[in-house]
């Protein structure tokens, strides 16, 4: 399966230059004072503006502690907020005021939380280019812009992946049953001839098909041209018409 950084699933950069910072984490007057209206103090304040940019850019919540120091300190220097002590960010995690924080986001932003609903979208999507995509990077970052079109937060990157590996193997297992329904008894006895090693040498004539190419001598031309039989006679046999 797909690392991350094969897919367009956002990740927060740690090397983040000035400009980077400026326009992507600057909060607008309209957001500060919209978050200054939202909370009780500066350090709420601050989380929410926090929060606020992050998902901006993300899609979805990240843990406070997570985020680079830079990107809290210039989100601080933006807002002309002072930056909490550590006891003050874990004091603040515990509360249940970040739940409501994720809702008045949410409100702002104009997105939904991911739920069944996303997931079956996620699901569908997936699988409408399975038939044509075989990436598992290509399903998961169509299921992503879908997400996004929709406007729905973005799950965890496991659920893309878990969710493409379902899609690829339900996919796969319909194109197996539709080949084997469509195949008669003697081109299943001829695939099954394939398989059927000689008792001597546990070889088989598929083992013959897979074999990489030799020096051009007579005797590796014999070889070949015996294997174009093989693959000639099967395709004949083995096909469906």
Known sequence: MPSIQDTIYPRIKHNLSTEDLRSVYTPTRSEIEWTSLKTKGTL???????????????????????????????????????????TEWEAYSKTRTIKRHYQFVRQYLKI???????????????????????????LINAAIEELIHQRYELPVYNTFKEAANEIRHK?????????????????L????????????????????LKEDAKPCLLVSFKRVNSALRLVNTSKNTCLPS
Request: charged share 20%.
């Open 112 to 138: 939904q939380q991911f739920d069944h609903n996303a997931r079956q979208i996620m699901l569908d999507t997936m699988k409408h280019i399975a038939g044509s995509k075989d990436d598992p990077a290509d």
């Open 171 to 187: 996919s796969y297992r319909f194109i197996y049953e539709q080949v084997y329904e469509s195949l008669q008894e003697q081109q």
């Open 44 to 86: 709420q304040q601050l989380v929410l503006l926090i929060l606020l940019k992050t998902v901006q850019n993300l899609g979805f919540f990240t843990r406070i502690s997570d985020i680079p120091p830079i990107i809290i300190k210039h989100i601080a220097q933006s807002a002309q907020l002072p930056i909490p002590i550590e």
């Open 189 to 208: 006895q001829q695939i099954d001839y394939l398989f059927q090693t000689e008792p001597d040498t546990f070889y088989s004539p598929w083992n013959r």
